[in-house]
Every structure is written in structure tokens, then in C-alpha cells.
């Protein structure tokens, strides 16, 4: 099958050459690089334009500054020819292996619609080099968690905890992103909305059980600076895509944890998509016997008298997150089917 990487980039003058550089290196060496300038006021568009002018399986395009992000990312697939399509940031490094493992992964499952990989997040010292260190925040967490969800049950399952794929590790065929429309252009993150999009619809995602590729962390990346990929963004996705499962639908929920992630989820629920919250259930003698909202707090001894709802563990925490899971397990809870985390 024919392969595109496609990488939009806006005033990324300072790593486009690694980023590019890393995609020509690939040991898979048919493709065509689709690089597209979102109207960049550094040199980002001249640099496409010399590196296409050396390799011949580059192609450059240009949308103003004004355009939104997601139609520069669907321009730049609609543009492409391949029948797979390999995602790619100007400011990240893919292992010269990465596209040749992807696609015979994705030659061995048919049924999947796209695959990822592991991913190695670092936080660069300077923007001019691959020079870095260990992430920071939390980010350290999300590499250990994002590395351990591989699966496409286990995917399909914890897609509520975070985005599941590291979206310039992917590869998605051309047939589903043309069946799912591209990237859509909600509040939040276009790239979470096309996952949780084709999980719901029961499309099967994966991963190469390999590190190909460092995600690179920085002060000035899209995820710290655009108001769409903000936590808050990120949990208004989770409680919409949740609130339109079909069990969450029919039975309302109950929530494990009343903290400040239960009880945000549990008004989202209710006043922004109508969903019934029967209960809290928590651990803390602070907190049970309380009520929040009017919903009572229980305590998680609780949790098999209320086996009618779909179960929630909203804690951030993954310790608390895996014992709620034993709980879960213990009451006869299945992930993924009436019981779900989010975090």
C-alpha cells in the first residue's frame, strides 16, 4: 500500500529540519512527505521549500495564518495520495524504523484503523537540538501510562483516562479517515475527538509495541498554548463522548471518587448532557456521608448495591485508579463495558 507523512507546521523554524530530516532517514524509503506552512512569519516555509527542492518525494503547501488548525490537517491528508497516512509534528523525531514497523503492523491486522506506537517524552533544552531531559509535570505519568494502553481492548477501554495514541506517532488509513470525515473542529483536541470518534463507532486502534518516536515537550507547544488542549478541554470531550454511551445513557451513573474530578464530571453529566448520577463513592471519612449536590456520598463498601449503573473511577491518581479497579472487579464490574476511568 502506498504510505504519506503528512506534518503541519506553523513558525516552527528551529526543529523543522530535525523533524524532516528524521522522515527521510526512514528505513521504509517509498513515501511522499506532505509539508504544510500555516502561514509561519519565521523562515518555516523557505525551509519546506530548500528541502523539497533536494528530495523529490516532498510535497509543500501553504494556508494563511487565519485558517483553523484542523483545516490545515485535513488539507494536508486530502492532499496526500497514500493509502496509509503516518501523522508527523515539526518539532518531534521519528526512530528510522518507526513507518516500517507501523506498516507491516497494520498489513498483519486488517481490522484496525490505525496504530501507534511507545513513545519517549522528553523536554528539550534548547529548541535548536535534540538535546533534553526527563519530562516534567505530569508528564512523566501520561509516558507510563500512554506506553502501557497497547491493546485495542485496553485502548478502547481506558480512552476516557487520556488520549490513548500519541497522535504524531500514528498511522491511519486513508479508508477511515475518509469514512470518519477527517478531523472534525470541536472545543477540544481534534486528534482525541477522531479517536474517541472511531472507538465509539467500534473501529479497532493499536499499537507497535516499540518506542518510535520522542515527543517532545516545550514551553511553547500547541498543548500548553492553545486554549483547546487544556485539561479543562480534554475533560469536556471525555464527558461528552461518555455521556453518549449507550449503557451510560439507559442507566445514568455512580462515581468512584468525589474529588474535584468526580465532582466536575458528575455536574457535566448532569446539566450539560443529562445524564442521572446515583451516588458518590469514596474511601475518605471526610467525605462519606456527605452529600454533593444533593447526590449522597457512600462509602466504596457500597459499590455491589448499585450494580444497575455504570461505575466511573474519576480520580487522577493512577494508585487510586487501580484500586478502584479492584473494587470494580470485585463487584462484578468489566472495564470497558459498564465501568469505565477517567481522569
Not at 463522548?241 to 453529566?269: D, E, H, M, T
Request: proline share 6%; charged share 25%.
Amino acid at each position: 500500500m502506498s504510505l504519506s507523512i503528512v506534518m503541519p507546521a506553523r513558525d516552527a523554524e528551529r526543529t523543522l529540519a530535525m523533524a524532516i530530516q528524521s522522515c527521510l532517514a526512514q528505513t521504509l524509503p517509498d513515501f511522499e512527505l506532505v509539508l504544510v506552512d500555516h502561514g509561519s512569519v519565521d523562515g518555516t516555509f523557505s525551509l519546506m521549500k530548500k528541502f523539497a527542492r533536494q528530495d523529490s518525494r516532498i510535497d509543500v503547501l501553504k494556508k494563511p495564518r487565519s485558517a483553523p488548525f484542523v483545516s490545515v490537517a485535513n488539507l494536508a491528508w486530502q492532499e496526500s495520495r497514500g493509502d496509509l497516512i503516518a501523522r508527523m509534528d515539526a518539532d518531534d523525531f521519528s526512530y528510522p524504523a518507526r513507518l516500517q514497523h507501523q506498516v507491516k503492523f497494520l498489513a498483519a491486522h486488517p481490522e484496525m484503523a490505525a496504530c501507534g506506537t511507545l513513545v519517549r517524552i522528553r523536554k528539550r533544552r534548547s529548541p535548536e537540538s535534540r538535546s533534553h531531559t526527563a519530562p516534567d509535570d505530569g508528564y512523566a505519568d501520561y509516558e507510563t501510562w500512554i506506553n502501557s494502553v497497547v491493546m485495542p481492548k485496553a485502548i478502547a477501554a481506558e480512552r476516557f483516562v487520556d488520549s490513548p495514541l500519541a497522535n504524531p506517532s500514528t498511522l491511519i488509513r486513508r479508508s477511515a479517515l475518509e469514512k470518519f470525515g477527517g478531523y472534525s473542529d470541536p472545543s477540544w483536541a481534534e486528534d482525541y475527538d477522531l479517536w474517541l470518534r472511531m472507538l465509539e463507532a467500534g473501529e479497532s486502534l493499536g499499537k507497535v509495541e516499540k518506542v518510535l518516536l520522542d515527543w517532545f515537550d516545550s514551553d511553547t507547544r500547541s498543548t500548553r498554548t492553545i486554549d483547546r488542549y487544556t485539561q479543562d478541554q480534554f475533560q469536556q470531550a471525555k464527558a461528552h463522548y461518555l455521556a453518549r454511551v449507550p449503557l451510560v445513557k439507559q442507566r445514568g451513573v455512580s462515581i468512584c471518587g468525589a474529588g474535584p474530578i468526580g465532582k466536575k464530571l458528575a455536574r457535566r453529566l448532569q446539566h450539560e448532557h443529562g445524564i442521572s448520577v446515583g451516588a458518590f463513592f469514596e474511601v475518605s471519612d471526610n467525605r462519606i456521608g456527605n452529600e454533593i449536590d444533593g447526590i449522597p456520598v457512600l462509602p466504596s463498601e457500597a459499590i455491589p448495591d448499585s450494580p444497575h449503573r455504570v461505575l466511573i473511577g474519576a480520580v487522577g491518581l493512577p494508585g487510586a485508579r487501580d484500586r478502584i479497579r479492584t473494587l470494580a472487579k470485585a463487584a462484578d464490574f468489566i472495564e470497558g463495558t459498564d465501568f469505565f476511568c477517567v481522569a
